[in-house]
């Protein structure tokens, strides 16, 4: 990603394929970790966290149109390239995610997870937002999910409403159990595990195809070939 001998547009090729995580993120914010029915105060930032960060899927779409990804495909086709092999580690860091997620009640635990998530966010968008940048000056285009944009609300802690400082405070000041302070390093360290296979998923893939040939495949007049397909499984 920082090497700028490499075209920009190359350096996001794996721009497609983040496809499962940035639409399952909408789910994971506004259908898993908001609870309105809780009076805990945790679990009421999570809720505003959530209502932020379950809108930024909204910019993935505008982005995938401004590289010029957003052409016509068969659903099909679209649904092959989604669920395929090389896909396989983005959909396991979303569904990883909702499974830690969803029956996890305890506000502090899925604090914990979510500040994890804030933290792998803050170093890639920084880095995304680099190469936007670059992008920015060949084509006008602005971008708004990899980009200056989106590193604007990710301040690397959960979206509480209050200034970065403040939110800091109140992390430090919560006090977990024994028990709460082992799951939730567990619950860390598979959020830290989860995004890193993930990224080595989108850097196979950015290695293998580049960009030009992402843009002629999504084209409605050619899509994948037959062998194609069956080699993504
Ligand atoms: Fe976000």
Not at 58 to 74: F, T
């Amino acid at each position: 990603m920082k090497d700028t001998s490499i075209d920009p547009y190359n350096r996001v090729a794996w721009f497609p394929c983040l496809a499962h995580f940035a639409m399952s993120f909408k789910d994971l914010n506004n259908d898993v970790l908001r609870d309105e029915s809780s009076d805990h105060p945790i679990q009421q930032i999570l809720n505003h966290h959530a209502l932020e960060d379950g809108s930024h899927w909204k910019w993935y779409l505008k982005d995938i149109k401004s590289l010029g990804l957003d052409q016509m495909m068969r659903f099909s086709d679209f649904l092959k390239f989604m669920w395929s092999d090389e896909m396989l580690k983005t959909r396991r860091l979303s569904n990883n995610l909702v499974a830690m997620c969803r029956y996890q009640k305890d506000p502090l635990l899925r604090l914990a997870i979510v500040e994890a998530i804030e933290a792998t966010g803050t170093p890639a968008l920084s880095t995304m937002a680099l190469v936007s940048e670059e992008l920015k000056a060949l084509t006008q285009n602005r971008y708004f999910y990899f980009s200056g944009h989106h590193v604007k609300v990710e301040t690397g802690h959960i979206q509480s409403g209050m200034e970065h400082d403040e939110t800091e405070k109140l992390l430090l000041a919560i006090e977990l159990t024994e028990e709460q302070e082992v799951q939730s390093m567990q619950l860390v360290e598979q959020v830290f595990d989860s995004f890193t296979e993930c990224m080595e998923g989108l850097m196979t893939f950015a290695e293998k195809h580049s960009f030009d040939e992402l843009r002629e495949k999504t084209h409605p007049m050619r899509g994948f070939d037959t062998a194609e397909m069956a080699l993504m499984g």
